[in-house]
């Protein structure tokens, strides 16, 4: 059974940081390309961030482009999320997910994996 656990999250004021972890069990996804995604509240789900298999390669949304960087160690099974100058409208429940594929894609349908969430709330 893979599991995918978000951790991180929290309450910061505008401009601050967070830096959100996945850790994924039950399998190695060194093989995957990983996903972050968000859902803030009254929104659809979201593409954010995602990294191909051996972490080379990444994409971002035009609206964290800059501010996000996505990583991953995967001697540990763990991608990363650092965020920094936060936004109030970047305020969302934060989800990793783990690829189909090798590369990275900004597609949910193309992840078969998730994890349960994490929140992160921004302070104006």
């Known amino acids: 059974q893979v599991q995918l656990v978000e951790s991180g999250g929290g309450l910061v004021q505008a401009g601050g940081s967070l830096r959100l972890s996945c850790e994924v069990s039950?399998?190695?996804?060194?093989?995957?390309?990983m996903g972050w995604f968000r859902r803030a509240p009254g929104k659809e789900r979201e593409f954010v961030a995602s990294?191909?298999?051996?972490?080379?390669?990444?994409y971002y949304a035009d609206s964290v482009k800059g501010r996000f960087t996505i990583s991953r160690d995967n001697a540990k099974n763990v991608v990363y999320l650092q965020m920094n100058s936060l936004k109030p409208e970047d305020a969302a429940v934060y989800y990793c997910?783990?690829?189909?594929?090798?590369?990275?894609?900004?597609?949910?349908?193309?992840?078969?994996?998730w994890g349960q969430g994490t929140q992160v709330t921004v302070s104006s």
């Open positions: 039950g399998r190695s996804v060194s093989g995957n390309a």
């Open positions: 990294i191909n298999w051996s972490g080379d390669s990444t």
């Open positions: 997910a783990a690829g189909r594929y090798l590369s990275g894609t900004y597609n949910q349908r193309d992840y078969s994996y």
